[in-house]
């Protein structure tokens, strides 16, 4: 399946290629639900070699939204074959994987047999920072708040404008990311990060039983900080105990793990984060995925 650029006008952030529903093109209908209510899913992908990497962890969080959005699945061999026809030739990149309940007519009630949209694109790769785990990036705090919401929870849906009001708050290059907090206040997530903190002898992130999203990176840093015997809880952590940390770092699927150096004004050992396991997620992060 031959895959020619989609012609945009949106500059260097414009897709370098586009599927929409196996089709070559880069625009959905006016109808789609996905446009008028944000009633679906996404994924952001990391792709080397060309394949995705952590291929079937990202499909399986896409399932778990799907599932709890009531949207059907798509069939994995179908989306897997056009990621691999998108990828042809594409040695690094960002693959976005978008899952809407497809078209429906006004109102907010879904329709009860909907045929979901697919839409598979890939972008080049942003600038990275040279050895970001290693020498470390900055963080700001955002004012913007995450709205308690159980029922959406972990799962990464479309609906971003409390990411959109808090990624407005800075324009420094040199930030990589703001830090949300709930109105509880306690710290959740970045706009695009998911959280960890370095504490005594072992590690602490954010639990995310009422809003922000449980990244693939996320779970990689529990599997490997179990695996190398490294103590890690989930726990509410409020904003005041970021500044008591050893250390902290953030991940994502993108960037992958990246030591914080500092937050604001307080800055930060990068020494404080595991080497090991800096070591190991990094590893297995930007590992493409082939098809067995």
């Known amino acids: 399946m ?75 061999t179908l989306l897997r074959t056009e990621a691999d026809a998108l990828l042809a030739g594409v040695d690094q990149g960002v693959l976005r994987l978008t899952l809407t309940r497809g078209k429906g007519g006004r109102g907010y009630r879904p329709p009860a047999n909907p045929t979901p949209t697919r839409i598979l694109a890939v972008y080049p790769s942003p600038p990275f920072h040279d050895e970001p785990s290693i ?64 504490q005594g002898e072992g590690l602490t992130t954010p639990r995310l039983a009422r809003c922000g999203v449980a990244g693939t990176v996320r779970e990689l840093v529990l599997e490997r900080a179990r695996a190398l015997g490294i103590p890690l809880i989930e726990r509410d952590v409020r904003t005041e105990e970021l500044y008591r940390a050893r250390g902290l770092f953030v991940t994502n699927a993108v960037l992958g793990l990246m030591s914080v150096a500092r937050l604001g004004t307080r800055g930060y050992d990068t020494s404080a984060v595991p080497t090991a396991l800096i070591e190991q997620v990094q590893q297995a992060v930007f590992e493409p995925e082939t098809q067995t």
């Open 2 to 76: 031959p895959c020619a650029p989609v012609i945009a006008n949106a500059g260097e952030t414009a897709p370098w290629r586009a599927l929409v529903n196996g089709r070559e093109q880069g625009v959905v209908g006016i109808a789609d639900r996905g446009l008028l209510y944000g009633d679906g899913l996404f994924e952001t992908i990391a792709v080397r070699r060309q394949a995705p990497c952590r291929w079937s962890a990202h499909l399986a969080r896409l399932n778990r939204g799907a599932d709890r959005l009531c949207i059907p699945r798509v069939d994995p």
């Open 135 to 198: 020498s470390g990036v900055a963080l700001t705090f955002c004012r913007a708040r995450l709205g308690d919401n159980p029922l959406l929870a972990g799962i990464k849906h479309l609906n971003r404008l409390e990411q959109v009001l808090a990624r407005a708050e800075w324009d420094d290059p040199g930030i990589i990311d703001g830090l949300m907090a709930d109105n509880r206040g306690c710290v959740i997530c970045g706009t695009m990060t998911n959280l960890f903190l370095v």
